[in-house]
């Protein structure tokens, strides 16, 4: 019988990334800023003496969205084949613990600001980890499955680039990072991810937007970002989502996006 083990959670994650598809593949720059807020009455504090020092640091955490694994997972890049979950990242493992390599912005007391986490909000951290280079980093060391895997290079028309830009200005923060993931390895595949084809191009869905973009070799152009309402679908006041007096804002501004 396998042997159980009690761990207890020293803080939690707080971040706008709220949505197993809002969190990146891996921590980057594409992704928001966030809080890890460690518990109180602990001597935590004791225990960040010495962290302002550190650029990065490993978070280890839970997965806390799943409540089952696999052991055969299909990862986000690197084709069609199944893979053994210890050979990936996913997180549907028999114990559902994650790590994180992240910056670190500043500290606070009990609170420690970073960025680039791939981490969801309410994720609980169990450990703490300073990032050592001359330990932690071995560069171009990788799966074998993935050394194929051939990347595409994003870029944003200038259309899509105002409306991404606006609607961030109105706190839709995590659309840019969503894009840079879904769309850098294996654009077009619909059996990873909400895309289908439309045009001469595809269209991708995140929550109820969307946008359009064009392959061309190993390269991606996203056109422009719309609503995912009709214009029936907007005149209802049913508002699953609380979303739809951002969208008819949208529209104003941009006429003939839906």
Same mark, same amino acid.
């Given at each position: 019988?396998?042997?159980?083990?009690?761990?207890? =959670?020293? %803080?939690?994650?707080?971040?706008? #990334?709220?949505?197993?598809?809002?969190?990146?593949?891996?921590?980057?720059? /594409?992704?928001?800023?966030?809080?890890?807020?460690?518990? =109180?009455?602990?001597? /935590?504090?004791?225990?960040?003496?010495?962290?302002?020092?550190?650029?990065?640091? !490993?978070?280890?955490?839970?997965? *806390?969205?799943?409540? *089952? !694994?696999?052991?055969?997972?299909?990862?986000?890049?690197?084709?069609?084949?199944?893979?053994?979950?210890?050979?990936?990242?996913?997180?549907?493992?028999?114990?559902?613990?994650?790590?994180?390599?992240?910056?670190?912005?500043?500290?606070?007391? $009990?609170?420690?600001?970073?960025?680039?986490?791939?981490?969801?909000?309410?994720?609980?951290?169990?450990?703490?980890?300073?990032?050592?280079?001359?330990?932690?980093?071995?560069? %171009?060391?990788?799966?074998? !499955?993935?050394?194929? =895997?051939?990347?595409?290079?994003?870029?944003?028309?200038?259309?899509?680039?105002?409306? $991404?830009?606006?609607?961030?200005?109105?706190?839709?923060?995590? $659309?840019?990072?969503?894009?840079?993931?879904?769309?850098?390895?294996?654009?077009?595949?619909?059996?990873?991810?909400?895309?289908?084809?439309? %045009?001469?191009?595809?269209?991708?869905?995140?929550?109820? !937007?969307?946008?359009?973009?064009?392959?061309?070799? #190993?390269?991606?152009?996203?056109?422009?970002?719309?609503?995912?309402?009709?214009?029936?679908?907007?005149?209802?006041?049913?508002?699953?989502?609380?979303?739809?007096? $951002? *969208?008819?804002?949208?529209?104003?501004?941009?006429?003939?996006?839906?």
């Amino acid at each position: 019988m396998a042997t159980e083990i009690k761990l207890t =959670a020293i %803080g939690t994650f707080k971040s706008p #990334q709220v949505h197993p598809y809002e969190a990146g593949r891996q921590p980057d720059e /594409f992704h928001s800023q966030g809080v890890i807020e460690l518990e =109180a009455g602990h001597n /935590f504090e004791q225990a960040l003496t010495g962290l302002e020092g550190c650029e990065r640091i !490993w978070v280890v955490f839970l997965f *806390h969205h799943n409540d *089952h !694994w696999s052991p055969m997972v299909l990862p986000p890049r690197g084709g069609n084949t199944k893979q053994g979950v210890f050979a990936t990242r996913s997180p549907y493992r028999p114990n559902p613990v994650g790590m994180s390599c992240v910056k670190v912005k500043s500290i606070d007391k $009990l609170k420690i600001h970073v960025e680039g986490a791939d981490l969801l909000h309410g994720s609980p951290i169990l450990d703490i980890k300073p990032y050592v280079a001359y330990a932690d980093s071995f560069p %171009g060391v990788e799966p074998g !499955w993935l050394k194929n =895997a051939e990347r595409f290079t994003i870029d944003y028309s200038l259309e899509a680039k105002q409306e $991404l830009e606006w609607l961030e200005l109105h706190n839709l923060h995590q $659309l840019r990072g969503f894009l840079q993931h879904q769309l850098e390895f294996e654009p077009d595949n619909s059996r990873k991810k909400r895309v289908k084809p439309e %045009g001469t191009g595809f269209v991708i869905a995140y929550r109820t !937007w969307r946008a359009q973009f064009e392959i061309q070799g #190993q390269h991606v152009s996203i056109l422009k970002i719309f609503s995912g309402y009709s214009a029936e679908d907007l005149a209802t006041p049913e508002d699953v989502y609380q979303d739809k007096a $951002l *969208h008819r804002n949208f529209q104003k501004n941009f006429p003939g996006k839906t």
